[in-house]
């Protein structure tokens, strides 16, 4: 029997770094053990929190394929090193923006896209793309303390976890390691909220969402699904962040799907 070895590229969405995807990223391992997981940083985020974040989602596309270039030459030497050619791209919000532009821009290297909570603003308003009754949350995110910050995310993006204190600790102390500069904020969210997808994805592609989802109305994948023929599957219960919430679920409907592409 022979394994797939094909690599599974991770990317996270806005003002979130690799760390965020918690134990999402070991139970992946655990579920591929024959294929290599690769979390990337765009720049503005986690150990990057220093770079100018990109102003468009294309940018962000060349900027997270150069770093990916980089770890393809830093691991040349070493026996952990990543072999280049197609990935399957698992990616949630902004992230599964930067997945649909880097599948268009770079069809050679996608095989596959699993879109976690996306939006698209040729199918949806901006106010499902970020419901309209966040807009006063997000707007204290501008003016408040890096701790009032990601409580208030932690809030917003979880069902399961909103009020959970080691959660929030954890997400502080990374924050205080890797602040997020309020210019980059502004960047990344004016590339998403502005992103418009002009195609349809000629790769496969597996849409997940969640049903109770307060900052991406589920509507916004439930289009997509429609417009692109495309399976989804949704969460009864977790909200924005669904690896964070069910990191199970996420794992076994990828793993399905996965398992269709050749």
């Given at each position: 029997?022979?394994?797939?070895?094909?690599?599974?590229?991770?990317?996270?969405?806005?003002?979130?770094?690799?760390?965020?995807?918690?134990?999402?990223?070991?139970?992946?391992?655990?579920?591929?053990?024959?294929?290599?997981?690769?979390?990337?940083?765009?720049?503005?985020?986690?150990?990057?929190?220093?770079?100018?974040?990109?102003?468009?989602?294309?940018?962000?596309?060349?900027?997270?394929?150069?770093?990916?270039?980089?770890?393809?030459?830093?691991?040349?030497?070493?026996?952990?090193?990543?072999?280049?050619?197609?990935?399957?791209?698992?990616?949630?919000?902004?992230?599964?923006?930067?997945?649909?532009?880097?599948?268009?821009?770079?069809?050679?290297?996608?095989k596959s896209l699993v879109l976690i909570n996306t939006s698209d603003g040729k199918q949806s308003p901006f106010y499902k793309r970020l419901q309209?009754?966040?807009?006063?949350?997000?707007?204290?995110?501008?003016?408040?303390?890096?701790?009032?910050?990601?409580?208030?995310?932690?809030?917003?993006?979880?069902?399961?976890?909103?009020?959970?204190?080691?959660?929030?600790?954890?997400?502080?102390?990374?924050?205080?390691?890797?602040?997020?500069?309020?210019?980059?904020?502004?960047?990344?969210?004016?590339?998403?909220?502005?992103?418009?997808?002009?195609?349809?994805?000629?790769?496969?592609?597996?849409?997940?969402?969640?049903?109770?989802?307060?900052?991406?109305?589920?509507?916004?994948?439930?289009?997509?699904?429609?417009?692109?023929?495309?399976?989804?599957?949704?969460?009864?219960?977790?909200?924005?962040?669904?690896?964070?919430?069910?990191?199970?679920?996420?794992?076994?409907?990828?793993?399905?799907?996965?398992?269709?592409?050749?």
């Amino acid at each position: 029997m022979t394994h797939c070895q094909r690599p599974i590229i991770l990317l996270r969405g806005l003002l979130r770094e690799q760390r965020h995807w918690g134990k999402f990223t070991q139970q992946l391992r655990s579920h591929f053990p024959f294929r290599k997981v690769i979390a990337l940083d765009l720049a503005g985020n986690g150990q990057r929190f220093l770079e100018t974040s990109p102003a468009t989602i294309s940018a962000m596309v060349d900027d997270l394929h150069q770093q990916l270039h980089f770890l393809h030459a830093r691991e040349l030497e070493t026996d952990n090193k990543i072999e280049a050619g197609t990935y399957d791209l698992l990616a949630i919000s902004m992230g599964g923006m930067i997945a649909l532009e880097w599948a268009r821009l770079y069809p050679e290297e996608v095989k596959s896209l699993v879109l976690i909570n996306t939006s698209d603003g040729k199918q949806s308003p901006f106010y499902k793309r970020l419901q309209w009754r966040q807009y006063p949350n997000i707007m204290k995110l501008l003016i408040s303390k890096p701790e009032a910050q990601e409580k208030s995310i932690l809030q917003m993006t979880s069902n399961m976890y909103p009020e959970d204190t080691e959660i929030l600790k954890t997400w502080i102390r990374w924050r205080k390691e890797c602040p997020i500069q309020k210019s980059n904020l502004f960047r990344q969210l004016n590339a998403a909220l502005s992103f418009r997808y002009k195609d349809v994805p000629d790769k496969p592609v597996l849409l997940l969402a969640s049903q109770h989802d307060e900052l991406v109305d589920v509507s916004c994948s439930r289009t997509l699904a429609h417009y692109w023929q495309c399976p989804i599957h949704i969460h009864p219960s977790a909200g924005h962040d669904l690896p964070l919430d069910d990191p199970d679920w996420v794992c076994r409907y990828s793993l399905s799907f996965w398992q269709d592409v050749k």
